[in-house]
């Protein structure tokens, strides 16, 4: 998603084909998150609203994006698993990198 706002921003056009395949070799059902991929997801979808997200669509992910992190944190800790819980915390409050320089 970050690289196609990217490539839009920068002048190139996205194409959709409906006859491309693309397939992932993952393990089905796949295996719940870790800690630190929930921390890095929650933190990287901060991020990419940050970057990217200006005005309404800000406004609309926050409000999305804050309640869904606290209730999903919530269950994690209803069902004793803190480990988890923390981590969603940490992605929801965790400092964002500073931007590169180009």
């Known amino acids: 998603l970050d690289l196609s706002y990217r490539l839009m921003a920068g002048g190139w056009g996205l194409a959709w084909i409906p006859a491309a395949v693309a397939r992932h070799h993952c393990p089905y059902p796949q295996p719940a998150a870790s800690p630190w991929a929930i921390t890095l997801r929650d933190r990287n979808r901060r991020l990419f609203a940050h970057r990217h997200l200006r005005g309404a669509r800000a406004v609309a992910f926050a409000a999305?994006?804050?309640?869904?992190?606290?209730?999903?944190?919530?269950?994690?800790?209803?069902?004793?698993?803190?480990?988890?819980?923390?981590?969603?915390?940490?992605?929801?409050?965790?400092?964002?990198?500073?931007?590169?320089?180009?």
Do not use: E
């Not at 069902?79 to 180009?102: C, E, F, H, K, S």
């Open 64 to 102: 999305w994006y804050y309640p869904s992190r606290l209730l999903l944190a919530a269950r994690y800790l209803v069902t004793v698993d803190r480990a988890r819980g923390a981590a969603v915390w940490r992605g929801m409050t965790a400092p964002l990198p500073a931007a590169r320089q180009p």
